[in-house]
């Protein structure tokens, strides 16, 4: 009884312990420290979750201006008291400062005046035979200040208006001139003096092709320049193309810039097309399907593409196509619409593929060809009226009646659009649509072409043969490792595992491009050998070992059999890459790398996708491992061991309780997997060849989203089309994975929701 006592005593002691204030203060604060702890991982995870925001929002008020379209600022009109005795305008341009402008007058005058004040600067005669009175005018392509008048006595003058630039007393001056490159004697194109109804000019180099049309004639003259390198002299040489000469009336003239081809424009709607080489008529094409008539024709930069007019509104993008028996023909790439009234002028522009209409009730549309966008429509003047544009597009200069009236063009991006981005485009010289990144080249005529398809498709193609390899290998790594290997191996092989994932990928993709790749080109036998006799060895050496008697298999300790495997992989890899040149001369002549080329019609390049999956699955592994082996190494034991204990086999009991418990986190794994492969820079950068093509050939190369923003941003201009695309890209890149962790995310709550009863 005293014993019971005492121990109930002692009992209340201890209770009593437990409320002493030393041990309220410890509860105090641990719990202050949960709660800190509690706020902090919650603060962080939101931090983590506001600066993602934060660079998606960045990165959408970058790319969002590429989307918008232009705006037309009207500054105040001006009435030039010379302008009322100018004569009917021919021909309206503006210099590079948008401070002067010219004007050709049917009169012959050529005046310069400020584009400001409109107040004249200086006026100059052209050199016109007595008598005779200018008729037809030709540009050369956008970009060149060059022209010819055609004369009503069968003669051209060729000319081009210059500005000189210099900087007395520190001022900034500009001098405009009009220089006569090929003399300022007019040249007789037209042997029986009539007059040229339409006349085209072009310059390739030192030669010079001008082109006319007189009352059911075609006149077309070749001028080369040569200089008598002991005396600096330049003589000029004529000669006179004999071209085929057509029955119905001609409205345009179009020389193509490399002298290939000469556009005519006659009838009602259709071009004759001549090859200037050959001198001979390649065809004859139908621009109009019945509706109106043409009304004014004019060439894209470049020289390349026709614009084609029309008397409803309609305005065709055409341009020549080499089709697949190698004879190039017309074809209707694209067409516009402007407000249904006849198109009066069509105004390209100097340095992109986009240009302005202008139709006879003063209605002004701004277009981009490649892009296919109309970017703008707006009234400009009251009635019929001419306009020019700067060679910056960004100031438009109209004349109507006797006022002038400036405009100041906001258009920055117009060769931006959803289809040019994503669809297949038809660019110049192309034989079809395609999809293209090329974003620079050495010409001031090229097109930037910004297709992110390739890019896309790119990306995709590494991260699929990276996860081909690296999937399967990781995955049954760690089923192994968790669930057969012993605790002591298991020690040390998921830590060097691990460790892979610390080797910088620069490291990775310096081997991979200066010495993998070569080495694979050099053994593509061997190499394929080796990946389809490695899974045979290990069977067949796990059937050899199961036929092995007892004693000897008992004498190795449960979970390390895995030892035994590191000779048979080095035996089947070394006799692999051994006899792989005896492979390549008994069954592809030698060289299997002109076997796939020639014989399949299988293209090869030394940085493939091959390369890219085993050096990017080398690196994926241990992220996909170390994640999906902690998912299997925490099933737990209880469900092992009562599975056993019902006499499931170790095999049933992984594939049947195992990989359905831990196969949210094997999910996981695989998307943290994929989301590594899709956002590798370096191997891709250094290993790929860096080939913008859509292309699922393993042994052809690619581009990848993030390799190209890795390339390209440290060269784009701040602001520019290009610098914008490559953050569009850099967001395409940031919403890819942020959908697909989120799918992850959802499938792997679906998938614990689904087996959390086991």
Known sequence: MNDIETMSANSDVQRLDFNTPALQRKRRIRALKDNLARWYVSIGGLAVLGAITLIFFYLAQVVLPMFQGAELEARDAQQPAWLADAGEPLFLAMEEQNQVAMRLGSDGQVRFFSVQTGESLRNIELPLPAGSRIVSIGQDTPGNRRFVLGLDNGQVLVAEHNYKISYPNGKKTITPQLDYPFGEEPMQLDPHGRPIAHAAVSLNGDTLMVAGATDGALQALKISATENLMTGETSLEQERLDLPQLSEPIKALRIDPRHMWLFAVSGRASVDVFDLRRKQLNGRYKLLNGKGEITTVASLLGGISLMVGDSVGGIGQWFMVRGGDGQAELKNVRNFQLDGQPITQIIPEERRKGFLALDNAGTLGIFHSTAHRTLLTEQVADGAAVAALSPRATRLLVESGDQLQRFVIDNPHPEISWGALWGKV??????????????????????????????????????????????????????????????????????????????????????????????????????????????????????????????????????????????????????????????????????????????????????NALVIGLAMGFAVIPTIYSIAEDAVFSVPKSLTLGSLALGATPWQTLTRVVLLTASPGIFSALMIGMGRAVGETMIVLMATGNTPIMEANIFEGMRTLAANVAVEMPESEVGSTHYRVLFLAAMVLLMFTFVMNTLAELIRQRLRRKYASL
């Not at 004498?555 to 895995?562: F, K, Q, R």
Request: with cysteine; glycine share 8%.
């Open 426 to 607: 038809w660019y110049e010289n192309y034989p079809e649509p395609d999809y293209v990144w090329q974003s620079t080249s050495a010409t001031g005529d090229f097109e930037p072409k910004l297709s992110l398809s390739p890019l896309a498709f790119g990306t995709l193609k590494a991260a699929f043969y990276a996860m081909l390899l690296a999937a399967p290998l990781a995955i049954c790594a760690a089923f192994y490792t968790a669930y057969f290997m012993a605790p002591a191996l298991r020690r040390k092989v998921k830590p060097v595992i691990e460790l892979m994932e610390a080797l910088p990928t620069v490291i990775l993709g310096f081997f991979a491009g200066l010495f993998l790749a070569p080495y694979l080109e050099n053994h593509l036998p061997g190499i394929f050998s080796l990946l389809l006799l490695t899974p045979i060895g290990i069977l067949l050496a796990g059937w050899l070992w199961s036929r092995l008697p007892e004693n000897v298999r008992l004498s190795v300790p449960d979970g390390w059999e895995a030892v035994l495997l590191i000779p048979v992989i080095l035996a089947v890899g070394w006799g692999s890459l051994a006899v792989s040149g005896h492979l390549e001369n008994w069954f592809f002549g030698g060289d299997m790398r002109l076997w796939l080329s020639n014989d399949m019609g299988i293209p090869f390049d030394q940085r």
